[in-house]
């Protein structure tokens, strides 16, 4: 499936207007409620319409959020009021010829207009489904706010990770498969439709290699927003958009963990910050701490060491204390018995390392002022690629 639109914008929200697809104030003739999206049902009809609001006269743009399958060309967006009777702007030709792209669609009202309505029409043969539609003024255009996301998959397909970040922002993912070239083309699959770099190594060549190599090239492609995810987290009722609105209004801060809830083996669920497993890498992290310290692999102790690091480099570091995601922790080990197996041995030669680095086993007051206490090494790791 193919992304409808890649626009998106961070604006004060009384300078624009925007709706899930499922939002109260939008209706349905023949669409079937998705989560807060609405989908095609081999119905024609309106799939979406409403808010039935009013409008000042000015000008302004719409920009659809959502998937399409299949296109075929009888539909159309319009602009009505007067119950349908009045209609004041009418698109055929609304999807780029690729299917790759909603088209940002402007439409001018001559005077205050009461009641009106977005629809979208659809024919028995459309396949798609609508996310949300978002309304600007002509004095408020969208700003441009490009978002990469850095993914390390192992021994899952993150479907549900990949599902829970739908967005009225566009996001470009840049994912490094560590398992088996099995998922391979699963894979390959989930992000068919979205705007992705997927490397297949199909090795545990360590997390913190793969880090930072996505947050290289992240950096490289002019992303404004770097997020690092693991692959067993998803976020809950449009927590990923909130996140990024939180990540964006505390644009000093160099990390930014989000709150989520942890389903425990017994039934419990645990509620705290994410830290390492789900975090936003800000200005701050790239010209003060730089880098993942690639000599703790395959995996732990990198995210204390960036820690310590961060804390004496004295950056900013956030915590969006709203649950927004859920974590099912440890998701790799208990699906892969080979890295079940070798985790003792993991975290032991990584504990060993980080101890020799900072003279303690844990971040805090008993660490080193600087890597192995010796002054003349910094905490600043660069990039390979700088």
Same mark, same amino acid.
């Given at each position: ?6 626009? +998106?914008? &961070?604006? !004060? ?12 104030? @939008? ?19 309106? @799939? ?6 009013? &409008?000042?006269? *000015?000008?302004?743009? #719409? ?10 060309? *009888? ?51 459309? !396949?798609?489904?609508? %996310? ?23 021994? =899952? ?5 990949? !599902? ?56 490289? /492609?002019?992303?404004?927003? =770097?997020?690092? =995810? ?9 927590? &990923? ?6 990540? @964006? ?10 709150? *989520?809830?942890?389903? +425990?083996?017994?039934? $419990?669920? =645990?509620? +705290? ?7 936003? &890498? ?36 956030? #915590? ?15 699906? %892969? /018995?080979?890295?079940?197996? !070798? ?5 032991? $030669? ?11 086993? +844990? ?17 600043? @790791?660069?990039?390979?690629? %700088?």
């Amino acid at each position: 499936m193919n992304k409808i639109t890649d626009k +998106q914008a &961070f604006i !004060k929200y009384s300078e624009f207007r925007s709706y899930w697809a499922a939002d109260p104030r @939008l209706h349905t003739q023949v669409g079937k409620v998705h989560g807060r999206s609405m989908q095609t049902s081999g119905k024609a009809g309106y @799939l979406i319409y409403g808010p039935y609001e009013h &409008f000042e006269a *000015g000008r302004y743009r #719409v920009v659809v959020q959502g998937k399409v399958d299949n296109w075929t060309g *009888g539909e159309y967006l319009d602009i009505v009021c007067n119950a349908g009777r009045t209609v004041l702007y009418k698109c055929y030709d609304c999807i780029n010829g690729s299917l790759d792209a909603w088209k940002e669609l402007d439409f001018t009202l001559e005077g205050n207009v009461d009641n009106l309505e977005i629809r979208i029409w659809v024919s028995e043969e459309t !396949k798609m489904i609508v %996310d949300g539609v978002t309304v600007y003024s002509e004095e408020v255009r969208p700003a441009i706010t490009k978002i990469g996301i850095v993914l390390v998959t192992y021994s =899952i397909v993150p479907s549900l990770l990949v !599902k829970s970040t739908r967005s009225k922002y566009s996001c470009e993912w840049f994912v490094f498969h560590h398992g088996s070239p099995k998922l391979t083309e699963s894979i390959k699959h989930l992000f068919s439709g979205l705007e992705s770099n997927l490397c297949f190594y199909n090795n545990n060549r360590g997390l913190a290699k793969s880090w930072n190599e996505g947050i290289s090239l992240a950096i490289n /492609s002019g992303k404004e927003v =770097i997020l690092v =995810i693991n692959d067993d987290v998803e976020f809950i009722e449009g927590g &990923f958009d909130l996140w990024v609105d939180y990540i @964006l209004e505390n644009k000093d801060s160099g990390l930014v963990f989000v709150t *989520g809830e942890e389903p +425990q083996d017994d039934g $419990t669920v =645990i509620y +705290q910050s994410q830290n390492f497993a789900c975090f936003a &890498f800000g200005k701050q992290a790239i010209e003060l701490v730089g880098a993942f310290d690639e000599n703790f692999t395959p995996a732990f102790y990198e995210d204390f060491d960036y820690f310590v690091r961060a804390q004496l480099a004295g950056i900013k570091i956030s #915590v969006d204390d709203r649950v927004l995601c859920r974590h099912r922790r440890s998701s790799t080990q208990k699906n %892969d /018995s080979g890295i079940r197996e !070798k985790l003792p041995e993991f975290i032991e $030669t990584n504990r060993q390392y980080f101890i020799k680095k900072w003279g303690d086993s +844990q971040p805090g007051s008993g660490c080193y002022l600087s890597p192995f206490n010796d002054k003349n090494t910094g905490n600043f @790791l660069p990039f390979k690629s %700088d």
